[in-house]
């Protein structure tokens, strides 16, 4: 079992920048791949970014060259960079691992197995 805490949320105006962390349990953090999704009122959670074991990235369309994934094994932390945020980026960002053996990034909800509680970002225009 795996716990995870997402922390760094908060409100910031267009053109800001905001860096989210989310902490896990356990000590097999450097064995999974960790994505990022956000959900935004009245819609479905979607995926923004992952990172495998393997230190490959994967990026939706919306935030490449924007957002930037990273993970301290050492920590067992793995953060989300977002630089140049637009209005559009409001929702509940979530962390969430996948177990998978295999070095492959998921973007579906349902390839990852445990997930955090997520935490708010607002930009403001």
């Known amino acids: 079992q795996v716990q995870l805490v997402e922390s760094g949320g908060g409100l910031v105006h267009a053109g800001g920048s905001l860096r989210l962390s989310c902490a896990a349990s356990g000590r097999t953090f450097s064995s999974y791949h960790m994505g990022w999704f956000h959900q935004a009122p009245g819609r479905e959670r979607e995926f923004v970014a992952a990172i495998s074991w393997s230190g490959s990235r994967r990026y939706s369309d919306s935030v490449k060259g924007r957002f930037t994934v990273s993970r301290d094994n050492a920590k067992n932390t793995v953060y989300l960079q977002m630089n140049s945020l637009k209005p559009e980026d409001t929702a509940v960002y979530y962390c969430?691992?996948?177990?998978?053996?295999?070095?492959?990034?998921?973007?579906?909800?349902?390839?990852?197995?445990?997930w955090g509680q997520g935490t708010q970002v607002t930009v403001s225009s």
């Open positions: 969430a691992a996948d177990r998978s053996r295999y070095d492959i990034l998921y973007t579906a909800t349902g390839e990852y197995d445990y």
